[in-house]
């Protein structure tokens, strides 16, 4: 059983920054393509950014590209949000999510994800 759970969120003023852990536990022997996404109250879940296992490859969405950077930590079993020049649009509960496949392809696409984690909140004051 895989388990991903989130760490970092909070609140910051408007143009802070945050960055969001997410730790993979459990079938670590295997190899995760990670995805972040939010959801916003009234709001589907947005796909903001990926990597791959490999972290060779990245996707970003239009709307976090150059202010958030996802990244793998060194053992890979953790992965990275940096969030910078944070709007209060940008409030949201964060998920990171998995896809057990770790062939890097459609990092892109939000069904590739089916392991979850239970999600931080970030709040962003005006």
């Known amino acids: 059983q895989v388990q991903l759970v989130e760490s970092g969120g909070g609140l910051v003023q408007a143009g802070g920054s945050l960055r969001l852990s997410c730790a993979v536990s459990?079938?670590?022997?295997?190899?995760?393509?990670m995805g972040w996404f939010r959801q916003a109250p009234g709001k589907e879940r947005e796909l903001l950014a990926a990597i791959s296992w490999s972290g060779r490859s990245t996707y970003y969405a239009d709307s976090v590209k150059g202010r958030f950077t996802i990244s793998r930590g060194s053992a890979k079993i953790t992965v990275y949000l940096q969030m910078n020049s944070l709007k209060p649009e940008d409030t949201a509960v964060y998920y990171c999510?998995?896809?057990?496949?770790?062939?890097?392809?459609?990092?892109?696409?939000?069904?590739?994800?089916?392991?979850w984690g239970q999600g931080t909140q970030v709040t962003v004051s005006s």
């Open positions: 459990g079938r670590t022997g295997s190899s995760y393509d």
């Open positions: 999510a998995g896809d057990p496949s770790g062939n890097g392809y459609g990092l892109g696409i939000p069904s590739k994800y089916n392991y």
